[in-house]
Nanobody, 123 residues
Framework: QVQLVESGGGLVQAGGSLRLSCAAS????????MGWFRQAPGRDREFLAG????????YYADSVKGRFTISRDKAKNTVFLQMNSLKAEDRAVYYC????????????????WGQGTQVTVSS
């Protein structure tokens, strides 16, 4: 069992930045691929970024490539999503995800979810 707890969401002005954190716990959680998704009202949950257990391989959706950066602190078993140049359309609930056998690039491939953290961007 893996537990994921997100933090760092909030209200930010358009053009600003936020860094989301996801603390993972559980006996084998450090072996998991980790990722970030978001879900805006009325829309499907969307993959944003993923990272392997060592932090050496990263995966991004085209929609956020160049603006969002995923990273991992193995010592703290925490994954981060640095979000820059935020836009009004980035408003959503952001979810941390874990998958054992590969990058969680689709919501159907996720083994564990966090509870989500709200990000609101004011224009």
């Amino acid at each position: 069992q893996v537990q994921l707890v997100e933090s760092g969401g909030g209200l930010v002005q358009a053009g600003g930045s936020l860094r989301l954190s996801c603390a993972a716990s559980g006996r084998t959680s450090s072996s998991y691929y980790m990722g970030w998704f978001r879900q805006a009202p009325g829309r499907d949950r969307e993959f944003l970024a993923g990272i392997n257990s060592s932090g050496g391989d990263k995966y991004y959706a085209d929609s956020v490539k160049g603006r969002f950066t995923i990273s991992r602190d193995k010592a703290k078993n925490t994954v981060f999503l640095q979000m820059n140049s935020l836009k009004a359309e980035d408003r959503a609930v952001y979810y941390c995800a874990a998958r054992l056998n590969g990058p969680p690039t689709s919501s159907t491939l996720v083994d564990y979810w966090g509870q989500g953290t709200q990000v609101t961007v004011s224009s």
